[in-house]
């Protein structure tokens, strides 16, 4: 008698790298791995998206097409894929809305087509962000910094950053919750000094 296909963890762990999982075990996987996310992509997809009608349907395509991805192969990491996924698809739906038929233009010059690259505003712009980014990072407390640094941009997991600053996971997460609202503070709120406690 042939054995049942794995399924649940075990089945996703012990399933030869490449190999197809069965419907069953990519919804176990869907459930743990992406559901959970749901909040964070909902933000993102908010954050990025201008038409908030829009915003639930982008979400089951985002997660239709994680899904349908999984059924080959599920990504190592999934909320790189799942954001990776989010980010691609919004690209794509802005691609389509700026497609012009060629009837409509007689002098393909005259098609104001945005370039992939951003213009010379948007950089001048980005640059101002990124640079108010690091003003407020530079002035955190050293050991929120280095949390915030090694988790946001870094994309390190609370034990690799407990490991490398050598102290309890759970001294991580309070130096990230504090670096976190400090920055927050910094970027979107008050402008005082950002070394006072909230």
């Known amino acids: 008698m042939a054995d049942a296909p794995e399924t649940g963890r075990e089945g996703f762990d012990r399933?030869?790298?490449?190999?197809?999982?069965?419907?069953p075990a990519v919804d176990e996987w869907f459930a743990r791995e992406i559901l959970p996310l749901e909040s964070a992509l909902m933000q993102f997809l908010q954050h990025n998206w201008r038409n908030a009608?829009?915003?639930a349907d982008l979400r089951q395509e985002v997660y239709a097409r994680v899904f349908e991805a999984a059924l080959t192969e599920p990504p190592e990491k999934p909320r790189q894929f799942l954001f990776t996924t989010a980010r691609n698809l919004l690209v794509d739906r802005v691609r389509h809305a700026q497609i012009v038929p060629i009837e409509a233009a007689t002098d393909l010059e005259a098609l104001n087509i945005a370039m992939d690259s951003p213009g010379p505003d948007?950089?001048?712009?980005?640059?101002d962000e990124l640079r108010h980014v690091q003003a407020a990072l530079d002035?955190?407390?050293p050991r929120c910094r280095e949390a915030v640094v090694l988790r946001r941009i870094e994309g390190l997991s609370r034990k690799e950053i407990a490991?490398?600053?050598?102290?309890?996971e759970d001294t991580v997460t309070e130096h990230l919750i504090k670096?976190?609202?400090?920055?927050?503070?910094a970027l979107y709120g008050d402008p005082a000094d950002v070394r006072r406690t909230p």
């Open 15 to 23: 399933r030869k790298q490449g190999e197809p999982m069965n419907a």
């Open 53 to 55: 009608s829009d915003i």
């Open 122 to 127: 948007r950089t001048a712009m980005a640059r």
């Open 139 to 141: 002035r955190l407390p």
């Open 163 to 168: 490991l490398r600053m050598g102290v309890a």
């Open 179 to 185: 670096g976190m609202r400090l920055l927050a503070a």
